[in-house]
């Protein structure tokens, strides 16, 4: 019997790994893996019509399971498209093994045709970066780039010359073995202590809870009963922590609320747990701020904290749970979730025609002249009303993140992906087809926007080529919604946000999906509800109101002022493109 070759032990490997698809765009670097797959049974190829798609299809595989995702890119110009998706998985600490081909040995190092150093292009994305330039090397290196990718969670680019796939490796060579080491951190009783003595100091207390927290839903419930105190969710905690949860108030930062808003201005004390949170005009002045986090390099980079206790939540809010007092002053909490619910409900009503916009929506509506068309709301809304207890959420990062924060409740067994921490556009659709991969009797429903969509248009024949059955919902609104309110807020005359589409939905039915496009508001419970249930993929195009206001928790200074300027000046400079 003959030896395994490099590429044979390259998909052994990854079948002991646990991997069932290999996402990517084949190419000659890659032939001898790329056949090594073909014959390895184990394995599904999805071969993707842009590198970029794979890798956030791979990256939400891991993301959903935990375990390792792979993707792959031939030489050159193939491995440069996987960039922004590995920088998407590097930014939301998934395991992600992409595999990359390279011109032949012999010629590396002179400028060969389509040669690009990936050694150095995927430095800063990596945990780990290497060429394999001898069969005697790949299964250390194999073990190399799986104990990175699984351990710290990230990325590992591995690149493999095409003339070196198709050698032997040594005789006696097995897949290798990953051992996954996450011993729980728990901070020293001195660290524990001090926190007891400041929570007990303090009158009130807020918590800001982040996907830090995933494994410790019971103990971030039992500290918020015990302090009596509201509860910040960042939008990655929201699948773990939204349901059955009487201390959540939602969002902060431009996705946020007045519920939200109130529980971080109230609280004399911020707990913050397992989050990350960027945005540092979100964090309210003049608290004591205790952080709690594994990771020792996010305490204090957000915001100043007074005490920083390096930790895993779990055993860290048990050890904190035995030392702390309950609080019986629940007055906060109340105010917080008043505020809270209050503005749900106005949310719901937004979903009628006649709400009232409030002053900046009058601003817009005086000079835009909006017409009839839906409520990105409504569509949201209506979305999860009918979505399965079970449905797997993906939403492009732009206005569909604000209707999914808002709109789209966690409750059962729903998850959420994102761009969450990279801010990519187009990653809905491709994240949604690697959560579809997975299984494919389960529902997967894509927020997209018109502009994200149409970024990573050609992968809807991904869908239709390999029988995945996700409903895409997008969001048209003929703009970069997003950058459109942004340049508003900040006074600016629209430019450069109009986004001439074609009908998505005759396009999609041309490419063989069940495409449906939705002007009409009465028309909408229905087309969702006949899209959901569609045995298919599925588009549903559904014309949104482009001027649709969304305000944070709390208007900025300015903000208001800046849409009024800017309406006025569209209007005397008649340039805007909206
Ligand atoms: C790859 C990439 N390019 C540009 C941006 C900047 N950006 C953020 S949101 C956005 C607009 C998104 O438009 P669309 O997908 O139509 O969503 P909408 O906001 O209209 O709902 C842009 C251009 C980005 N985040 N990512
Ligand atoms: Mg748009």
Known sequence: MSNSTVAELITDTLVQQG???????????????????????????????????????????????????????????????????????????APVL?????????????????????????????EYVRTVTAPEQVATMLTQALQAALNRPGVAVLTVPGDIGDLEVPKGTSPPRTVRAHPPTVPGGDGLDEAARLIEQAGTVTMLVGIGARDARA?????????????????????????????????????????????????????????????????????????????????????????????????????????????????????????????????????????DKGLVGRIRERFDNPDTRIRPEALAQAVNRLAAPDAIFTTDTGMSTVWMSRFVQMTDRRELLGSFNLGSMANALPQALGAQALDRGR??????????????????????????????????????????????????????????????????????????????????????????????????DVLTNPDEVSLPGKVKIGQAWGFAVAKMRETVLSQGDS
């Open 443 to 540: 529902q997967v429903v894509a927020f997209c926007g018109d502009g994200g969509l149409s970024m990573l248009l050609g992968d809807l024949i991904t869908a239709v080529n390999y029988d995945l059955p996700v409903k895409l919902v997008v969001f048209d609104n003929g703009s970069l919604g997003m950058v459109k309110l942004e340049q508003e807020q900040g006074g600016l005359p629209n430019f450069g946000t109009a986004l001439a589409n074609p009908d998505f939905a005759a396009l999609a039915r041309v490419i063989g999906l069940h495409g449906v496009r939705v002007e009409d508001p009465d028309a909408l419970d229905d087309a969702v509800r006949d899209a959901l249930a569609h045995p298919g993929p599925v588009l549903l």
């Open 98 to 126: 992409a595999i990359c081909g390279q011109v032949p040995l012999a010629e590396i190092g002179t400028d060969y045709f389509q040669e690009v150093d990936n050694d150095l292009l995927f430095r800063d994305v990596a």
């Open 219 to 355: 103990q971030v419930l039992d500290v918020a009963e015990r302090l009596q105190a509201p509860m910040v969710l960042t939008l990655k905690a929201k699948p773990v922590l939204e349901k059955e949860n009487r201390f959540q108030v939602g969002q902060s930062g431009l996705i946020g609320n007045p519920g939200a808003q109130a529980a971080l201005d109230g609280g004399d004390l911020l707990l913050m747990v397992g989050t990350d949170f960027p945005y540092r005009e979100w964090y309210p002045s003049g608290k004591t701020v205790i952080q709690i986090d594994a990771r020792p390099e996010h305490i204090g980079r957000r915001t100043p904290v007074d005490l920083g206790l390096v930790g895993h939540a779990m055993p860290t809010l048990t050890a904190l749970l035995a030392r702390v007092a309950a609080k019986s002053d629940g007055a906060h909490l109340a105010t917080s979730r008043d505020a809270y619910t209050e503005w749900a409900d106005r949310q719901e009503q937004l979903t009628d025609p006649d709400h």
């Open 19 to 93: 991997v069932r698809t290999v996402w990517g765009v084949v190419g000659d670097a890659l032939n001898p893996i790329i056949d090594a797959i073909r014959r390895q049974e184990e394995l599904e190829w999805i071969g993707v019509r842009h590198e970029e798609a794979g890798a956030f299809a791979a990256s939400a595989q891991a993301q959903l399971t935990g375990s390792v995702g792979v993707c792959m890119g031939t030489v050159g110009p193939g491995s440069v498209h996987l960039l922004n998706g590995l920088y998407d998985a590097k930014k939301s600490h």
